[in-house]
T-cell receptor, first 114, second 110 residues
Framework: DADVTQTPRNRITKTGKRIMLECSQTKGHDRMYWYRQDPGLGLRLIYYSFDVKDINKGEISDGYSVSRQAQAKFSLSLESAIPNQTALYFC?????????????FGAGSRLTVL | QKEVEQNSGPLSVPEGAIASLNCTYSDRGSQSFFWYRQYSGKSPELIMFIYSNGDKEDGRFTAQLNKASQYVSLLIRDSQPSDSATYLCACMEYGNKLVFGAGTILRVKS
């Protein structure tokens, strides 16, 4: 099983619909992140969480919300999806105490908003 | 706004040549720098990280850091077609947040 699992992998929805992207991890890391990737723009940080009670906005949090249900689960919600939220979304985890200096990414969730 | 800049490419090199990928960053407080490789439709994977000025080598890859010039580079020796991918440069901000550049597309021609 993958260390960081994202569901769904692909989703097509319509403008105005509520969408939730889910992320779960088996690495036991406290820190979890949501990024979106658009062609030519690299990865941009949406939200990040250091533990269940610590959630922070990234550079592009407008139109998104998150929930850290447990150490292992971090969900991203689009309350009312719009076409410019069409993108590839990545969840990632990190344990700064591991010494590995590696941000571990999930496989990505491709979202299309029509 | 803190930024990480990369030439989008594509950078085309022949098989066996050295590929040189460059990155500049705006935040002088950044201390850690990372290179990720991303194949089309896949998630990024870490190639190298570097903290200190100078060079760091790992196999065919060499990362170079010049903090005075706010410049990071990645050299790939003996480039292979399998190295064809997008290379993302990233800088560490407070809170273990990685700020990514837009990426450089590398094409290695056999």
């Amino acid at each position: 099983d993958a260390d960081v699992t994202q569901t769904p992998r692909n989703r097509i929805t319509k403008t105005g619909k509520r969408i939730m992207l889910e992320c779960s991890q088996t690495k036991g890391h406290d820190r979890m992140y949501w990024y979106r990737q658009d062609p030519g723009l690299g990865l941009r940080l949406i939200y990040y969480s250091f533990d269940v009670k610590d959630i922070n906005k990234g550079e592009i949090s407008d139109g998104y919300s998150v929930s850290r249900q447990a150490q292992a689960k971090f969900s991203l919600s689009l309350e009312s999806a719009i076409p410019n939220q069409t993108a590839l979304y990545f969840c990632a985890t990190w344990d700064p105490n591991s010494g590995a200096n590696v941000l571990t990414f999930g496989a990505g969730s491709r979202l299309t908003v029509l | 706004q803190k930024e990480v800049e990369q030439n989008s490419g594509p950078l085309s090199v022949p098989e066996g040549a050295i590929a040189s990928l460059n990155c500049t960053y705006s935040d002088r407080g950044s201390q850690s720098f990372f290179w990720y490789r991303q194949y089309s439709g896949k998630s990024p994977e870490l190639i190298m990280f570097i903290y200190s000025n100078g060079d760091k080598e790992d196999g065919r890859f060499t990362a170079q850091l010049n903090k005075a010039s706010q410049y990071v580079s990645l050299l790939i020796r003996d480039s292979q077609p399998s190295d064809s991918a997008t290379y993302l440069c990233a800088c560490m901000e407070y809170g273990n947040k990685l700020v990514f550049g837009a990426g450089t597309i590398l094409r290695v021609k056999s």
